[in-house]
């Protein structure tokens, strides 16, 4: 970009006629600003120092509040070849003084700078005089300054001890603002909210499936697991989730995924009621003998008569035994769908579609996983005692 000195008759350019940079070591400085929110003395320093500029400058179109950006001062104007900094009042460079085109006005000499240069021996006798004075103040009224010293002390105490309280007190808002496990340790009914029954289950089903967990540089692991349960528990929009975990789109659908894989290949998940139990009961259908069988329980299921007539008398007997228990298999199954809101809604096709280098779907998979969690939870068909309490 061409920039251009717009000092009434200096025609000093950056570029040539051929839009070529011109090697003349020559730089161009924009107007000084004016600093309305950094104090009330910079801001009368630097109103007087944009005022200066004007003042030199004296061109018709250069009002105070209304400066374009592209007129510039080159370094032409300047003894040291550019601004001084706008602190150094005295400094003859604070705004432009050379090659102006006119001679009025009364402008800062370098003389008035070298004389203000040579003052630090006169500074010094002066500050070593009021130095004296005080002393001799102190000397004179010893228990007046002490006192005076005394209040500003304790002012100064108080202040700090304020400032340090509200800092305890906005960090202990902000920590419960964030969804870690401070937050969740203490209040059992959050917990409940995404579907466990006390903060010890929910530590316990992290700390299995801690180790299995990608890292993730916006997310912590806690959060990940948290995460997925909230969107399973109550299905909210991803929208909202994105905005409590403070994450992009891409990042929250990756970690949801991430996670619900974790869990549905734990097995000890899904199984952790037959180490209570060691009966499960199942459908006609559900053939998971053998995995049943390595965590040392039983699947019971009722008969079936296939490729006979019919039952026989002790199949009809462990038949009608079991009958009036499949009762309770409809009730978890009822508890799972109405428990978890994910599973209420139109299943999307991406859903039914199979995973990438697997033979199940991401529906399998949740489904899979609310299984699991709802294993975690109370027995809906046994009742507990009422001396037997959570020992969270």
Not at 67 to 90: D, Q
Not at 194 to 204: A, K, R
Not at 307 to 321: F, P, S, Y
Not at 328 to 349: A, D, F, Q, S, W
């Amino acid at each position: 970009m061409v920039q251009t000195c717009c000092v009434i008759g200096c025609n000093v350019r950056s570029h040539d006629r051929k839009g070529k940079k011109m090697e003349n070591g020559l730089s161009f400085h924009c107007f000084p600003a004016w600093k309305q929110r950094e104090g009330a003395k910079l801001s009368e320093l630097t109103k007087r120092r944009r005022m200066a500029w004007i003042s030199a400058v004296r061109r018709p179109d250069i009002t105070f509040s209304n400066i374009p950006r592209y007129l510039k001062v080159c370094s032409r104007h300047f003894h040291s070849g550019k601004p001084a900094y706008e602190m150094y009042e005295l400094n003859p460079d604070w705004f432009p003084t050379l090659n102006l085109g006119h001679c009025e006005g009364k402008a800062t000499t370098s003389d008035r700078h070298a004389r203000q240069l040579k003052r630090p021996y006169s500074s010094a006798v002066e500050g070593q005089a009021a130095k004296t004075m005080v002393d001799q103040q102190v000397t004179e009224s010893p228990e007046e300054v002490n006192n005076e010293n005394t209040n500003v002390t304790c002012v100064r105490r108080e202040e700090i001890n304020r400032l340090l309280q509200e800092n305890r007190e906005l960090r202990s808002q902000l920590n419960k603002k964030q969804l870690d496990t401070d937050y969740l340790k203490d209040d059992t009914k959050k917990v409940k909210y995404i579907g466990l029954p006390c903060f010890v289950i929910l530590l316990s089903l992290f700390n299995t499936v801690r180790p299995f967990l990608p890292a993730s540089t916006n997310l912590s692991q806690f959060q990940m697991v948290l995460l997925a349960l909230m969107r399973l528990r109550l299905d909210l929009p991803v929208q909202h989730l994105c905005h409590l975990f403070n994450v992009s789109h891409k990042t929250l659908s990756s970690a949801f995924a991430d996670t619900l894989d974790v869990q549905a290949h734990n097995r000890k998940l899904v199984f952790s009621p037959m180490y209570y139990l060691g009966t499960l009961l199942a459908d006609r259908g559900f053939d998971i003998k053998d995995s049943v069988g390595k965590m040392c329980a039983e699947v019971k299921m009722p008969s079936f008569t296939k490729g006979r007539c019919q039952l026989d008398a002790k199949d009809v007997e462990d038949t009608r035994a079991l009958a009036h228990l499949r009762i309770h298999v409809e009730r978890v199954i009822g508890c799972m769908r109405n428990k978890y809101k994910m599973l209420h809604r139109t299943t999307p096709i991406k859903l039914l579609l199979t995973c990438e280098g697997e033979e199940v779907t991401r529906l399998d998979k949740i489904v899979y996983v609310c299984c699991s969690l709802v294993n975690m939870c109370s027995s809906v068909a046994v009742k507990p005692h009422a001396n037997e309490t959570c020992t969270c």
